[in-house]
T-cell receptor, first 110, second 113 residues
Framework: QQPVQSPQAVILREGEDAVINCSSSKALYSVHWYRQKHGEAPVFLMILLKGGEQKGHDKISASFNEKKQQSSLYLTASQLSYSGTYFCGTASGNTGKLIFGQGTTLQVKP | GAGVSQSPRYKVTKRGQDVALRCDPISGHVSLYWYRQALGQGPEFLTYFNYEAQQDKSGLPNDRFSAERPEGSISTLTIQRTEQRDSAMYRC???????????FGPGTRLTVL
């Protein structure tokens, strides 16, 4: 079952914050976040393992609520370079099989 | 380069022909993954390997699709008797350790006429 991402699209001004959510109907072992720019390959952002941890680097962080089977990606003080499509990939066990969501398109304007 | 490479980058073939797509992972990466990505959609899992062992092939659409990684490095995704619905971007990824962060290659754009 494909995880559901929300919102589908968001437009921001530079410096504004955004939250992207990823929800699954299945119990999750891990959540991966990737960003993909038009015409390029997806680029890894971070992995969260079950345990409800929160991770972050620079102004991008993420949380994982195992009980709710949800993860959220937080983008603070957005930059033009943050524009792209964000995908969450979920694993329901200790497996390399990732099921990706449909993506959230983020556009940051000057 | 040190990244994942795929060849060919573009492949145009006629319906009914067989195609072989190659993936060269980052040196030393244990795990290798194959995905298919439609325009505007997330990657769709096809199969993955740890070393030379195929761990999961549940995402392969039908028996026309097969993959191998005989020496635990380069992998080939083969599509037999191609159909127009097989047209898509096929992406390969690799990770240093099983289940770790995946590094994606540039993809092979397959067009079946």
């Amino acid at each position: 079952q494909q995880p559901v991402q929300s919102p589908q699209a968001v437009i921001l001004r530079e410096g504004e914050d955004a939250v992207i959510n990823c929800s699954s109907s299945k119990a999750l072992y891990s959540v991966h976040w990737y960003r993909q720019k038009h015409g390029e390959a997806p680029v890894f952002l971070m992995i969260l393992l079950k345990g409800g941890e929160q991770k972050g680097h620079d102004k991008i962080s993420a949380s994982f609520n195992e009980k709710k089977q949800q993860s959220s990606l937080y983008l603070t003080a957005s930059q033009l370079s943050y524009s792209g499509t964000y995908f969450c990939g979920t694993a329901s066990g200790n497996t390399g099989k990732l099921i990706f969501g449909q993506g959230t398109t983020l556009q940051v304007k000057p | 380069g040190a990244g994942v490479s795929q060849s060919p980058r573009y492949k145009v073939t006629k319906r009914g022909q067989d195609v072989a797509l190659r993936c060269d992972p980052i040196s030393g990466h244990v795990s290798l993954y194959w995905y298919r990505q439609a325009l505007g959609q997330g990657p769709e899992f096809l199969t993955y390997f740890n070393y030379e062992a195929q761990q999961d092939k549940s995402g392969l659409p039908n028996d026309r699709f097969s993959a191998e990684r005989p020496e635990g490095s380069i992998s080939t995704l083969t599509i037999q008797r191609t159909e127009q619905r097989d047209s898509a971007m096929y992406r390969c990824a690799s990770s240093l350790s099983p289940y770790g962060e995946q590094f994606f290659g540039p993809g092979t754009r397959l067009t079946v006429l």
